[in-house]
């Protein structure tokens, strides 16, 4: 198994009610399927990198809302912009500043729940039309549309919850 991706690459689907349905309950329930994911967890253990060459737990956990955070102003400037350019950011870089080392967890969980609380509630009320409304990624030079980023987030948070539930299978945690 390749611990970099625990439930594989995202793959993307073709827009359907069904399909909207079941993403926009994965943004719904992210904020609890993580913290869940790291109930009990001390500190020696959320230092423990989920992978050889990988972030710690502690890591991951303030990385999501790090990304959901320039996911939903993604979605906002793509709702309110003709296929704005979004800026892209050192995701490494970010996971090494003094917030993310010197702020307890369960701030980034708190900060979870309420983004994902008023992303979800954006999500549900977007119109059909809508969902084909574009981004521009200056950095993979495409346009991406906010179908896909919908995918691409919903796989995102699922990926970085089985890298804690994984890890701590194999721990025997």
């Known amino acids: 198994m390749d611990l970099r991706y625990p439930i594989g690459k995202f793959e993307p689907q073709p827009f359907s009610q069904e399909q909207l349905r079941k993403w926009a309950d994965e943004i719904k ?3 609890d399927l993580l913290e869940n994911a790291i109930l009990n967890l001390d500190e020696p253990q959320l230092q423990t990198p989920y992978r050889e060459g990988g972030w710690t737990i502690q890591q991951v956990v303030h990385h999501v809302p790090d990304s959901h955070m320039n996911a939903y102003i993604r979605f906002k400037l793509a709702l309110t912009e003709n296929n704005p350019t979004i ?3 050192d995701e490494a870089a970010w996971a090494l500043l003094p917030d993310v080392e010197n702020i307890p967890i369960n701030i980034s969980i708190t900060l979870l729940h309420a983004l994902h609380s008023r ?3 954006l ?3 977007i119109k059909d039309e809508d969902w084909n409304r574009t981004v521009f990624h200056p950095e993979h ?3 991406i549309s906010l179908w896909n980023l919908l995918g691409m987030y919903a796989w995102h948070g699922k990926h970085h919850v ?3 539930v994984r890890l701590r299978e194999r721990m025997n945690w």
């Open 123 to 125: 999500i549900i009320n």
């Open 162 to 164: 089985m890298h804690v």
């Open 29 to 31: 329930y992210l904020p």
């Open 87 to 89: 800026k892209p950011y």
């Open 141 to 143: 030079n495409k346009e």
């Open 119 to 121: 992303w979800h509630n």
